[in-house]
T-cell receptor, first 115, second 109 residues
């Protein structure tokens, strides 16, 4: 099984441009998440979705938006990229939004550089 | 504020044992997790502790003391493939995961 697929794997983007990072899962998990990972910092939650049709803000939502039109897809959009959004972005899913199971399944990451 | 502390980097020898510590201060507690992340790859789930004590899973064990806000991950019979970053994360009272910055473990022959 594919699990979680992210695209693109890496991207260089000019500041001010928009960009959508794609995330698709085939595990029928109801909860999905977007994290950014920066050197020396823990994973930081950008946005999440507990179920299709709902989204919520995480720790660092500014400059990002998400949508959850269906169970499988959870795209992350940067409307106008800034250099501070240079990071590695991970999409993740779990089989329950508020359970304490805790096991997240991660995509392989998208490395974004904003110049 | 909420905080997860773990050492930035550790070095150990192949075949030996290493203990990676994690201390936390969070708003509530609904479990502590350890993930492994090889360089350039996604994190993968290792263990989950919600009650005090030791959970053993093969060469890896994880310990939790809720009263001390403390956990450790114990890796035995180290192999070169264990070279990775180990991430500690705590689920707070709102069921949000708070992540430590990770411990980079270097294994030497």
């Amino acid at each position: 099984t594919a699990g979680i697929t992210q695209a693109p794997t890496s991207q260089i983007l000019a500041a001010g441009r928009s960009m959508t990072l794609r995330c698709t899962q085939d595990m029928r998990h109801n909860a999905m998440y977007w994290y950014r990972q920066d050197l020396g910092l823990g994973l930081r939650l950008i946005h999440y979705s507990n179920t299709a049709g709902t989204t919520g803000k995480g720790e660092v939502p500014d400059g990002y938006s998400v949508s959850r039109a269906n169970t499988d897809d959870f795209p992350l959009t940067l409307a106008s990229a800034v250099p501070s959004q240079t990071s590695v972005y991970f999409c993740a899913s779990s089989d329950s939004g508020r359970s304490n199971t805790g096991e997240l399944f991660f995509g392989e990451g998208s490395r974004l550089t904003v110049l | 504020g909420q905080n997860i502390d773990q050492p930035t980097e550790m070095t150990a020898t192949e075949g030996a044992i290493v203990q990676i510590n994690c201390t936390y201060q969070t708003s509530g507690f609904n479990g502590l997790f350890w993930y492994q992340q090889h360089a350039g790859e996604a994190p993968t789930f290792l263990s989950y502790n919600v009650l005090d004590g030791l959970e053993e899973k093969g060469r890896f064990s994880s310990f939790l003391s809720r009263s001390k806000g403390y956990s450790y991950l114990l890796l035995k019979e180290l192999q070169m493939k264990d070279s990775a970053s180990y991430l500690c994360a705590v689920m707070d009272s709102n069921y949000q995961l708070i992540w430590g910055a990770g411990t980079k473990l270097i294994i030497k022959p």
